[in-house]
């Protein structure tokens, strides 16, 4: 595996065959590693890039903390049969004060937009980036990040960008919780509870499946369930899963998002479903 924090030196080194890369922000768990994995399945070439993105926090989240294990992430991916690993420094990818910027669509300041003001514009931006450094013919993005991955396929859908956006399930440990950098951030108590957010989504999915016409009394319900359990709740909600539009009672192809502070972390999470009474969770 070639590490490589130069854009010259990987344009230099990427091969001139398909390439697939996994964009990720390091402290790399089974999740990332099952995103390499899928990779592996669209492309000769398995590049992942490394880089916490300062362009996507806000005053006062959690940039200067973000968990950053560098030699642990590279031993992971070596193993794991990465070709390329690119990790640039500030330097390389903000040469300069980034003044123009990628506007995310508008469904970008709903929920996780509307709690974090121009998270999505950091996004779109580096992500941009990343794209124009390693010429990728596909890239693997995970479901965790559901609102994510919309903004990422809508910007590549109207920039006219050649790369196929690929969204990967969501990797859960054994109790449910969805697999995520900031879980190292939970005490063994939060730890413990921290399930509740995913058990809360699958009941209050059911609950729609079984009442179509109750979408919103059930996410006020799930929220303040969690709230009674201790959690700040920022939004539980129902949304089409194509655009994440308010959905119609025609809709059947939903998705529930939450995301929900426990103690002083802030989790995400969804599921999608279908309304039809015979689907499965």
């Given at each position: 595996?070639?590490?490589?924090r ?26 990332h ?74 469904f ?20 941009l ?30 920039l ?12 859960r ?24 957010l ?22 006020e ?61």
């Amino acid at each position: 595996m070639r590490v490589i924090r130069e854009i010259p030196l990987l344009r230099s080194v990427l091969p001139a065959t398909e390439i697939c890369l996994v964009p990720t922000m390091g402290n790399l768990h089974h999740g990332h590693l099952a995103l390499v994995k899928e990779a592996r399945l669209h492309a000769e070439c398995v590049a992942v890039s490394i880089f916490v993105n300062r362009l996507q926090f806000g005053p006062h989240e959690d940039f200067d903390k973000y968990p950053r294990t560098f030699s642990e992430d590279v031993d992971k991916l070596e193993a794991a049969g990465v070709d390329v690993l690119f990790a640039p420094d500030e330097t390389s990818l903000y040469p300069a004060r980034q003044t123009v910027v990628v506007t995310p669509p508008p469904f970008a300041d709903d929920l996780e937009g509307r709690f974090r003001p121009g998270f999505f514009h950091g996004v779109a931006t580096v992500v941009l980036k990343l794209f124009n450094c390693v010429h990728p013919t596909v890239a693997i993005f995970g479901k965790k990040d559901y609102q994510q991955l919309l903004v990422i396929q809508s910007m590549v859908e109207q920039l006219n960008v050649p790369i196929s956006i690929v969204g990967s399930e969501i990797v859960r440990d054994s109790d449910g919780l969805a697999l995520s950098s900031r879980n190292t951030y939970l005490s063994k108590e939060e730890r413990t509870e921290a399930p509740a957010l995913y058990a809360v989504l699958r009941k209050a999915a059911r609950r729609i499946i079984d009442n179509p016409g109750d979408v919103l009394p059930t996410c006020e319900q799930a929220s303040q369930e969690l709230t009674h359990r201790g959690w700040r709740c920022d939004y539980i909600e129902a949304r089409r899963r194509s655009d994440l539009g308010l959905p119609e009672r025609e809709d059947s192809n939903l998705v529930l998002l939450g995301a929900a502070r426990l103690g002083n972390t802030r989790l995400i999470d969804n599921i999608e479903f279908n309304t039809a009474p015979s689907a499965a969770l």
